[in-house]
Nanobody, 124 residues
């Protein structure tokens, strides 16, 4: 599967941003998706994931109640709506797809396909 993420940039603390990731090459509706991020000098971490159906979601504690992941199977696109942004949210964000046998992924290791990453900075 090919994944193309977009939506990065510069935003002020407290602001909002929406990332998009368009997928091609697979039957998109059959796969769990996720957003992961990597800040400078830190390990890549799973931020949010969504089940193949879109009915279940998982969030890292650091983004709960601020970020929302959603999936539009008709458009082969997964979104990450980010509100109340903080400087510590600054990172490169990657969308990822899990293998077909995984209906819901809750760890970084569960994903086998990655997009190129989109970067944004939250200024204080």
């Amino acid at each position: 599967v090919q994944l193309q993420a977009s939506g990065g940039g510069l935003v002020q603390a407290g602001g909002s941003l929406r990332l998009s990731c368009e997928a091609s090459g697979r039957t998109f509706s059959s796969y769990a998706m996720g957003w992961l991020r990597q800040a400078p000098g830190k390990e890549r971490e799973l931020v949010a994931s969504i089940s193949w159906s879109g009915g279940s979601t998982h969030y890292a504690d650091s983004v709960k109640d601020r970020f929302t992941i959603s999936k539009d199977n008709a458009k082969n696109t997964v979104f990450l709506q980010m509100n109340s942004l903080k400087p510590e949210d600054t990172a490169v964000y990657y969308c990822a797809a899990a293998p077909p046998h995984i209906m819901m992924a809750t760890s970084s290791a569960s994903f086998d396909s990655w997009g190129q990453g989109t970067e944004f900075t939250v200024s204080s």
